[in-house]
């Protein structure tokens, strides 16, 4: 594990792709490769039976393992020696069948999807627990008013729902987005030397072996990697979304806005210099890794163009960098879900600033009540004099409207936040019976 593992992925994530695990993948690959064989009668199940004990054992040695994969390129070929080995300390005729018929992207290729499959296991029920919270946030704070920001000036009123609203939406998407592409990685490689397969891997044994792993049949993907490079991708658009929302909560913590702030723990967020500070660290994090992610998917889409049946250098230049991002996304949905957690709104700081500008926020609001008596061109000329009196004259804008005698019988109403938020409780309330 690395200095800075805790800050940035999930223990859990970091666990299964342990190097340990990832032999185990391996191994349980081969033993089902033997297992399907052995049940479609190319040799006997006391040969499978032999092959798969050793493979359950995981007795490799890994340090030699690692040693010897810059001979072979792969970590498969130094794998399978080993495995012969043990298997024919055991049972001579069995290992004369180890890795039958298979090449070894087909080993490392269905071992990293099993990985992945475990994966997408941990991170769907992740994004339903980041939804959930998203809608109790909603929910709870539909009516909370704030003020709405553009270009990051003051805006309209808007509330604190739907900003909550808008990064549920997303997240959303992504949940749905993950559970597409799960379809298509989910896959099992095993297709031989060139990709079209051999009587040690007929499509029955394929079948069977896909079966006994729990994933899926399909045609040979050896150099057609569009199923890896649209996971990292998909991972990295929700990798995005979570940092929309790091971002948002990382600028209303800024000591001018204090509308929002991550949770308090003693320790947290303090500066080694400045006691006073209150640092968002847990967005700090998530930021971090939103802006990893898409320069490593680029790698994952660069490896697209491979040659022929086998690559040489895409293919490999895969590995390390799929693993990345899955850990990557896991460490920000984790924080993610303990940020969204320990939230604390400020609704009286929400209100006390939508008054900073004095009332310029229901500019339109104005305008739009003399359209209907002026028209619109006229209404737009006389409120952006308006507006920029107030701003010169350091005033309230209502109090410039009164005095251009413009018999707004409403006026107050224009200038009442609630009464200036739009569609937001409807819209809210419509996306809500979603959920």
């Not at 049972?91 to 071992?111: C, L, P, R």
């Not at 929910?139 to 270009?151: A, N, P, S, V």
């Not at 992504?174 to 559970?179: P, Q, T, Y």
């Not at 709104?345 to 929400?350: A, F, I, L, T």
């Amino acid at each position: 594990m690395s200095l800075y593992s805790q800050l940035f992925y999930s223990n859990e994530i970091q666990e299964l792709f342990t190097d340990s695990q990832s032999i185990r993948k391996m191994l349980q690959v081969e033993s089902a490769l033997a297992q399907a064989q052995a049940h479609n009668n190319l040799f006997a199940k006391s040969i499978s039976d032999a092959i798969s004990a050793v493979c359950s054992n995981g007795e490799i040695d890994i340090d030699q393992l690692k040693n010897d994969i810059p001979l072979g390129g792969s970590a498969a070929i130094p794998l399978v020696k080993q495995l012969t080995r043990k298997v024919a300390f055991v049972n001579e005729e069995a290992a004369k069948y180890v890795h039958f018929g298979a090449t070894s992207q087909d080993i490392v290729d269905t071992a990293l999807v099993l990985q992945i499959q475990e994966f997408l296991t941990w991170i769907n029920a992740k994004t339903i627990v980041l939804e959930k919270q998203l809608v109790a946030l909603t929910r709870e704070h539909q009516k909370t008013i704030m003020i709405g920001r553009t270009l990051l000036q003051h805006a309209k009123p808007t509330t604190f729902g739907y900003k909550t609203a808008a990064w549920l939406t997303a997240i959303s998407r992504s949940k749905e987005r993950i559970l597409e592409v799960q379809k298509r990685v989910e896959v099992v490689q095993l297709s031989g030397a060139v990709g079209n397969g051999n009587q040690a891997i007929s499509t029955r044994i394929q079948d069977e072996f896909a079966q006994i792993l729990n994933l899926k049949t399909g045609f040979s993907w050896h150099s057609n990697r569009d199923n890896f490079a649209e996971l990292g991708s998909v991972l990295s658009i929700l990798g995005g979304g979570l940092g929309k929302i790091a971002k948002d909560i990382s600028l209303l913590m800024q000591t001018e806005v204090a509308e929002v702030f991550e949770g308090a723990a003693e320790g947290k967020g303090g500066s080694s210099t400045m006691p006073h500070k209150r640092n968002p660290v847990v967005c700090a994090a998530i930021l971090a890794n939103t802006n990893r992610l898409p320069h490593l998917a680029a790698t994952l889409l660069s490896a697209l163009p491979q040659e022929h049946e086998r690559s040489v250098g895409l293919w490999h230049s895969e590995w390390e960098v799929l693993v990345e991002i899955m850990q990557l996304t896991a460490g920000s949905v984790e924080k993610s879900i303990a940020l969204l957690a320990g939230l604390e709104v400020n609704k009286d700081r929400m209100l006390a600033n939508l008054e900073l500008t004095n009332g310029l926020i229901y500019a339109e609001n104005v305008s739009l009540a003399l359209t209907k008596k002026i028209g619109k061109a006229a209404s737009h000329e006389l409120i952006e004099k308006a507006c920029k009196k107030a701003i010169i004259e350091n005033r309230h804008l209502k109090s410039i409207i009164l005095e251009l005698n413009t018999d707004l019988s409403d006026i107050d109403d224009l200038f009442n936040p609630k009464n200036s938020i739009g569609l937001s409780i409807e819209l809210i309330n419509q996306l809500l019976e979603k959920y």
